[in-house]
């Protein structure tokens, strides 16, 4: 089996986002870059990263009109990404489109509840049902409009992957016991992630914040 931990850069400096990676690469399956990294440094950056030699997940959580989604994810084709965000809450044109425009070897997943938001986050935006119906009605708008997964976190794995045997789930909010949570509210140790049907554990700060990178990657991966 594959390595399934994708070590979350979130830096938007160059420099410090390849020390990194080249410090875990022989520990992780693949690297995630977000927002803060692709707005600092674009495609060259992406560029950069990929010479490293791993897949790359390109976490942009695109949400807006489908016209706008499916012009964005044709300008980053060139870049073949291994996985793609977008949010589900966009709506089943959205996603459709998404998944038309993006690569052949691209997976498009749709966020459906960030991992930072509780049952009380959700009912301040509007959303009176608690996070796992919530993620489980976007899961099957998602799969409905064609995408190959989900986001959603650990605690909501098992029934989605019930529910969708074939899906692709990638589950951050992951942290090994006794680990800082942070800003994550919906969390599982990676161990708890993989045993409930995760097909990607995305870790960022329990690596990439230690004090040996490389030893907490190794550390992590020796609990799967
Ligand atoms: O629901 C979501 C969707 C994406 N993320 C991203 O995952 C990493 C998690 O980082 P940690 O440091 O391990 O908390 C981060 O890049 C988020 O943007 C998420 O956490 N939850």
Redo the contacts with the bound molecule.
């Keep these: 089996m594959s390595n399934p931990v994708y070590v979350?850069?979130?830096t938007p400096l160059l420099d410090d986002a390849l020390n990194l990676v080249r410090k875990v690469k022989a520990h992780v399956g693949g690297v995630?870059l977000?927002?803060e990294f692709f707005c600092a440094n674009g495609h060259h950056g992406v560029h950069e990263v990929q010479k490293l030699g791993l897949p790359i997940f390109l976490?942009l959580?695109l949400h807006d009109i489908p016209n706008t989604v499916a012009k964005a994810m044709q300008a980053i084709n060139t870049l073949e990404p291994a996985i793609v965000?977008i949010h589900a809450s966009g709506g089943r044109a959205m996603m459709e489109d998404a998944k038309a425009a993006a690569g052949i070897h691209t997976k498009v997943v749709g966020?459906?509840?960030?991992?930072?938001?509780d049952d009380h986050d959700l009912s301040r935006v509007g959303v009176a049902d608690a996070p796992d119906a919530q993620v489980a009605r976007l899961a099957a708008l998602a799969q409905e409009a064609g995408l190959d997964g989900i986001?959603?976190?650990g605690h909501e794995v098992k029934s989605a992957r019930k529910a969708w045997k074939d899906g692709f789930f990638?589950v951050?909010?992951?942290?090994p016991a006794g680990a800082s949570t942070?800003?994550?509210k919906r969390i599982v140790t990676p161990r708890q992630a993989r045993d409930d049907g995760a097909s990607i554990l995305?870790?960022?700060?329990?690596?990439?914040?230690a004090e040996d990178p490389d030893a907490a990657a190794r550390a992590i991966v020796g609990t799967l």
Excluded: E, F, M, N
């Design positions: 979350a850069i979130d995630k977000g927002l976490d959580k965000t966020v459906t509840v960030l991992t930072s938001l986001v959603c976190s990638v951050p909010g992951l942290r942070a800003d994550q995305v870790i960022g700060r329990p690596i990439t914040k």
